[in-house]
């Protein structure tokens, strides 16, 4: 798959921002969680599970459907989703999927109806398919944030829901600073330390219905959208 690289001015959220953003490709991605697959889960794992128990919790209050989980990384989330939603995982890392595909097997979470090795920058899914959608921690990671945001709307169903989770950056203090001096590193961590809020609101499709923090030290926020 060639890299490719994301240039804010392409994107009308990253317009709307006038954010300048660090540049990945798909290449940058693959490699960070190459390597950080065999630890992902006790490093980030501790530091994301209570935003991650607050955002499945969210889907579970949905009637029953199809739920696909972009970047699902180590299926980390898989167990917490009520065994009344089937469940499709995508993720870019072969490393990240392999540990999500025995946890599905050592948990016997049978309604877990794949784990897939895909972009969700050109999902291969048909239009409307999915009654929610769900991405934690992933919008600061893929290379063009725009271009999967116009994947989401095009697979959620009308009146389905998308709920994202993400760290967010701030424009002032102690903690923009960190967050600039941190975006040096984008490549090498495979996701962007500064990305401001903007770049995922205002598209018209997704009606915002709450944002609220997600735990964890106030460093994430939980978007839940109903898709118009
Ligand atoms: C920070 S991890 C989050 C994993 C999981 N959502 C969690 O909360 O533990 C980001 C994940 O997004 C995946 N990813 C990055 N770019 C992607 C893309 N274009 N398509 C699919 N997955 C992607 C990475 O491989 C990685 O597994």
């Not at 709307?16 to 697959?37: E, I, N």
């Not at 994947?151 to 989770?165: A, F, W, Y």
């Not at 770049?199 to 009606?207: A, N, S």
Request: charge should be neutral; aromatic fraction near 10%.
């Amino acid at each position: 798959m060639p890299g490719r690289s994301f240039n804010t001015g392409k994107s009308n959220a990253g317009q709307a921002s006038g954010a300048t953003l660090a540049s990945l490709d798909d290449s940058h991605v693959v490699a960070a969680y190459a390597r950080w697959a065999p630890f992902y889960d006790r490093f980030f794992g501790a530091f994301t599970a209570s935003s991650c128990r607050i955002a499945v919790g969210e889907i579970n209050r949905l009637p029953p459907g199809r739920v696909l989980e972009l970047g699902v990384g180590t299926g980390i989330s898989l167990p917490l989703y009520d065994r009344k939603h089937r469940i499709v995982g995508i993720d870019l890392s072969r490393e990240m999927l392999d540990i999500g595909r025995k946890r599905v097997a050592d948990e016997k979470l049978d309604n877990v109806e794949a784990l897939v090795e895909m972009d969700a920058e050109a999902l291969t899914f048909e239009d409307g398919g999915f009654d929610a959608v769900m991405a934690m921690f992933v919008m600061t990671v893929v290379p063009d944030p725009d271009r999967v945001l116009a994947e989401i709307v095009r697979v959620v169903k009308p009146g389905g829901h998308v709920v994202l989770v993400n760290h967010f950056s701030v424009e002032k203090g102690p903690r923009a600073w960190i967050e600039r001096w941190m975006a040096r590193y984008s490549a090498k961590l495979g996701w962007r330390p500064t990305f401001p809020i903007d770049l995922v609101l205002g598209r018209p499709e997704l009606k915002l219905i709450r944002r609220q923090s997600a735990k964890s030290f106030d460093l994430f926020t939980m978007l839940v959208f109903e898709r118009v």
